[in-house]
């Protein structure tokens, strides 16, 4: 008897490991575990999230005639390890050989790669071919490369698997759309209500489980509203390609007091745990397109994500750890402060995207990048902890996909692996993409003392602070000649200023 082990972030049919399933003969593993549901302290709607998808994945195999054995949080015998659980199901039954989908973590991975020896079993380990692109493609796609540019692994893949081409060419001449992209929200801008799922009474009782198991964790459980099913996951993509693709690039940029889902999708929470497969939200896009139910402009921006992003940082994942997750370039030492987990800042832009955060598990990528990315980054926190922060906060997160965007992507911390630049910007930015700061308490527009929005002299203080790391980065010398041109008078109030900032933030009162 074979042994099949899905995983909480394999629901898929299409899994590698299910793909030559007998139902007579084989057995599905899926455990709800300890170990995997608090090595971060995850959003208490991300388990419930997982532990009721799980559930509805089991119930849907065992109706089509599979063997399921389906371990839940609270039973008795649970040992609270995913190897404890394969141990146990091994020694219960006659076991010949366990076949699992490797693992979307390299911690899992590492440990899996054990566990034949430790069960004196064979261990398969399939690749995980949900992705668009394996990570031999991609290491083949690295390989020689002086530097690694998402725009050219993006046009490969477009090319490569026919998306928005018309023959060699790009659909509308062009690759890229993103300057009609980045559009600040008028203030009559109607967004439309998101996605809302009922929890059904298998959801009901995960929610009381959640409740009773996982009080300590950070975040609302209540209101939930994800969807748990394909069916529901499917319904999920058609409400965004029907009512928000079509001005998801226009305001894909965009930032609006209490409207955290604004243009997005929201799809990373199921195509990250199997119930979408990327080409299929793909292939939906490009369908819109060519039905005049949304503009080039938004499907290629949504398509970029998803065929260009998504792919590409999971390539770097594979390619970069494990040394990946110790990287500090920038040497960043601070403490994570204690409002990352209470969202109480006076600033105003923080607050939102953080009690967003904690209220849905879903911040969108302006609000991840650019407000808490940013803040990040110009404070100097410590990577792991800012990394471990993103892995427990959103339901999407997996660390194949919260490390390069933390790592590279906001904290600069691998040195400019695949960004060429740090994302750091100063409070213009966020004021010319947001409404925020009509809320807050400092101004954006002053550069110095204690009224002044914090971001404007963090900025320079960050460059000042890591001149010797940045200076020579092309991408940044034009910003150091603006700073060599600053008088000194106003070089010291900059430093004053962030002096008073971050000591403030270092004694928990920012
Ligand atoms: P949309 O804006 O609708 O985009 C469509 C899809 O594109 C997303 O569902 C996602 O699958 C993909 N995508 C877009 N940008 C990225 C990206 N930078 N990397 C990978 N995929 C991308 N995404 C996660 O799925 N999990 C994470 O843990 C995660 N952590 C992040 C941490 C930081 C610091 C930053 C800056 C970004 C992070 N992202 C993460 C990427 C991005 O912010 C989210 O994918 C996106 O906000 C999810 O919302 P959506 O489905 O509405 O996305
Ligand atoms: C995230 C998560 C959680 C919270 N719980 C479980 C679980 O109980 N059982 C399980 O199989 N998977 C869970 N997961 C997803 C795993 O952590 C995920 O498979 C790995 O992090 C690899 O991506
Ligand atoms: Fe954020 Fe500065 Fe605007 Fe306040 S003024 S909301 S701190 S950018």
Redesign the pocket.
């Known amino acids: 008897m074979r042994l099949r082990l899905v995983l909480g972030d394999q629901l898929s049919f299409a899994l590698s490991s299910l793909e030559d399933v007998q139902p007579g003969d084989d057995i599905i593993l899926m455990a709800e575990v300890r170990e995997e549901a608090t090595y971060v302290r995850h959003h208490k709607k991300k388990i419930a999230f997982l532990f009721s998808a799980m559930r509805h994945f089991a119930e849907e195999l065992t109706a089509q005639g599979h063997c399921v054995d389906y371990v839940r949080y609270d039973c008795a015998e649970n040992t609270g390890s995913l190897f404890g659980e394969v141990r146990r199901m091994v020694a219960a039954r006659a076991v010949t050989e366990v076949v699992v989908t490797k693992p979307g973590e390299y911690r899992l991975l590492h440990d899996m790669e054990d566990w034949g020896r430790r069960l004196g079993i064979p261990v398969e380990l399939r690749e995980d071919d949900r992705f668009i692109c394996s990570c031999d493609d991609f290491q083949a796609w690295a390989s020689g490369r002086k530097s690694l540019r998402l725009e050219h692994f993006y046009r490969e893949m477009r090319r490569r698997h026919m998306i928005l081409m018309d023959h060699e060419q790009p659909l509308g001449g062009q690759w890229n759309f993103d300057h009609d992209n980045r559009k600040r929200a008028p203030e009559d801008l109607e967004v439309p209500a998101p996605y809302f799922a009922k929890p059904d009474a298998i959801t009901e009782e995960v929610l009381a489980l959640v409740s009773e198991h996982f009080s300590e964790h950070f975040g609302d459980l209540q209101p939930f509203a994800l969807a748990v099913t394909r069916k529901e996951a499917l319904q999920a993509l058609d409400r965004f390609v029907v009512e928000r693709l079509g001005k998801?690039g226009d305001y894909?940029d965009a930032m609006v007091q209490d409207e955290a889902w604004m243009f997005?999708?929201?799809?990373?929470?199921y195509?990250?745990c199997g119930l979408l497969l990327p080409l299929e939200c793909v292939r939906a896009a490009e369908r819109a397109y060519f039905k005049g139910i949304a503009p080039l402009n938004s499907v290629e921006g949504?398509i970029r994500?998803?065929v260009g992003?998504?792919e590409f940082?999971r390539g770097i994942y594979w390619l970069s750890m494990p040394d990946y997750a110790e990287a500090n370039y920038l040497e960043a030492s601070r403490d994570l402060p204690e409002f990352y987990w209470s969202g109480e800042t006076e600033m105003n832009c923080l607050r939102q995207c953080i009690q967003e955060t904690k209220r849905n598990a879903?911040?969108?990528?302006i609000q991840?990048?650019m407000v808490?990315?940013n803040f990040s980054l110009l404070v100097g926190l410590m990577p792991k902890q800012v990394s471990e922060w993103?892995?427990s906060v959103?339901a999407?997160?997996?660390e194949w996909?919260?490390l390069p965007?933390?790592m590279g992507?906001?904290l600069f911390a691998d040195g400019g692996l695949f960004a060429s630049k740090p994302y750091a910007a100063s409070g213009a930015y966020i004021n010319r993409m947001s409404n925020y700061c009509d809320d807050c308490c400092y101004s954006p527009t002053a550069k110095s003392g204690e009224s002044a929005c914090p971001f404007n002299y963090l900025y320079w203080d960050f460059l000042a602070q890591n001149e010797g790391k940045l200076r020579g980065n092309p991408r940044v010398s034009m910003v150091y000649r603006s700073w060599d041109k600053m008088d000194a008078a106003r070089k010291e109030e900059v430093r004053r200023d962030s002096r008073r900032f971050l000591a403030q933030l270092d004694t928990k009162h920012a």
Do not use: K, P, T
């Open positions: 998801f894909q997005h999708s929201h799809l990373s929470f195509l990250n949504f994500q998803i992003w998504r940082i879903y911040a969108h990528h991840r990048l808490i990315g993103y892995l959103y999407d997160a997996y996909v919260e965007n933390v992507m906001i």
